[in-house]
């Protein structure tokens, strides 16, 4: 926008305003969606990551029980929803959704882009090639449509991701000029839904904005996270993806982003056990995770409310969840490196102590993920310059995401007109959008309007 390369989107910067908000952990694509379209947490809504393992055996199949969204089973996603908690396509009196992982409350004929033959085997096509400009025609295509179904049918409420930004940074690093061409149909596409609108007398009226679901950082080194869980100690069968038919497997290792996992232990269990009932027996797998220069922060969840957070240099600590209050005690050090323990009386008290931080709202989001029903036993977040798949990716990931780190956590939100109050998180947006469109508010949202 500085170099005058985004002309709609600086326009709309100097009209309406810029912030930075944090997006959700973890933040990968997927999980990070329900945060725009059901103002909730991800784990809080089941999807603790873009694979994970169900040990309760209930919602997946045999003979795996696991769940990856990089693929055929996208298709599962709204199933995998709680259905208590609905979704903004369920609340407004028309929508429309394009590219959208989250469609429950959409008719087929308001889903741009959505999983056909066709266009599944061209998505499929263009990731295992690795064809990084095919997801900009993909891009282009869906900006059409869009731009085309607004101006003759002005539904309430669109949604429409444009994946090349993200596509071509993992491709070629997230600074690189296809990155800024990706960025540039993002700009004409907000460039063209404003001058429809202003053509037909109507853009003071229309709210427009701009935001991500995650950052992106660099990857330098690649952890074969599978492979090392399985070398630990006198060796553990795992199951991971794309390899998932094992027999009598000990460890489910569960990628997102690259850089964030969950550890699934003691499998045959099917209900789920907590670090307290298996720190005896594991505590040895969680010190070679901690000595692995790829791993940063190791979380394991004690309970539906409280969690352990570890790192090697900085020590333990707890986080602990009580209804709308949240607390950070250190145990032995300090690993999220706030620099004081706190004792906060709402998420928003929570967010402005971790503001500053390198882990950006983590007290609240730690504490919802670890205490979610489809969460690991261990979940790591990845340390800078790695991520914990090294192998099956089409393309050598040159930027990656999904841990906890400010990078990977801040996001822009651009809008068209300034709000009321200041927008904190992306769970802010659809309860904005909800009051923007004159529509009520779900219960236990964990956003609020900014309207």
Not at 31 to 48: E, H, I, N, Q, T
Not at 277 to 300: F, K, M, N, Q, Y
Not at 406 to 423: A, Y
């Amino acid at each position: 926008m500085d170099r005058g390369e985004l002309p709609a989107l600086a326009r709309m910067r100097d009209e309406g305003g810029l912030w930075t908000i944090t997006s959700c952990f973890p933040s990968v694509t997927g999980p990070a969606y329900a945060p725009f379209l059901m103002g909730r947490f991800p784990g809080d809504v089941g999807l603790p990551g873009l694979r994970w393992f169900d040990r309760s055996r209930t919602t997946c199949t045999f003979p795996d029980y696991t769940r990856s969204y990089v693929g055929h089973q996208m298709r599962e996603l709204d199933r995998d929803l709680d259905p208590d908690a609905p979704t903004i396509f369920e609340r407004c009196r028309s929508s429309l959704g394009a590219l959208s992982v989250i469609g429950r409350g959409l008719e087929s004929r308001d889903r741009v882009g959505s999983l056909t033959l066709r266009s599944a085997l061209r998505a499929a096509t263009t990731h295992f090639r690795g064809d990084v400009r095919g997801w900009l025609a993909i891009d282009r295509d869906v900006s059409r449509e869009v731009v085309e179904r607004v101006r003759r049918e002005r539904p309430a409420y669109v949604f429409a991701a444009l994946t090349g930004v993200d596509k071509t940074s993992h491709a070629e690093g997230h600074d690189s000029p296809v990155v800024a061409e990706a960025l540039g149909i993002v700009d004409q596409t907000a460039a063209q839904i404003r001058a429809d609108a202003e053509e037909r007398g109507d853009w003071n009226d229309m709210h427009l904005w701009i935001s991500s679901d995650h950052g992106h950082s660099p990857v330098r080194e690649h952890e074969d996270l599978a492979r090392f869980v399985a070398s630990v100690g006198d060796g553990l069968r795992v199951v991971a993806h794309p390899w998932v038919f094992v027999r009598n497997p000990d460890v489910a290792v569960m990628v997102s982003g690259n850089a964030m996992a969950h550890l699934y232990l003691e499998l045959e269990r099917t209900v789920r056990p907590f670090w307290r009932d298996l720190g005896e027996r594991w505590e040895h797998l969680v010190g070679a995770l901690l000595d692995r220069p790829s791993v940063d922060l190791v979380i394991l969840p004690t309970s539906e409310t409280t969690a352990l957070v570890r790192n090697r240099e900085r020590g333990v600590a707890e986080v602990r969840r009580h209804g709308s209050h949240y607390s950070y005690r250190f145990i032995d050090g300090d690993p999220l490196g706030i620099g004081a323990e706190l004792i906060c009386e709402s998420s928003g008290d929570a967010y402005e102590a971790t503001g500053e931080s390198d882990y950006p709202d983590s007290v609240v989001q730690i504490s919802h993920l670890a205490g979610a029903a489809r969460s690991g036993d261990v979940i790591l977040s990845a340390a800078r310059d790695w991520d914990f798949r090294a192998r099956y990716e089409p393309i050598p990931h040159r930027s990656a995401h999904g841990a906890l780190h400010r990078e990977h956590m801040l996001v822009p939100l651009l809008m068209s007109q300034r709000p009321n109050l200041t927008p904190r998180r992306t769970t802010d947006l659809m309860a904005s959008a909800l009051t923007a469109v004159g529509a009520e508010l779900p219960a236990r949202l964990n956003g609020e309007s900014f309207l």
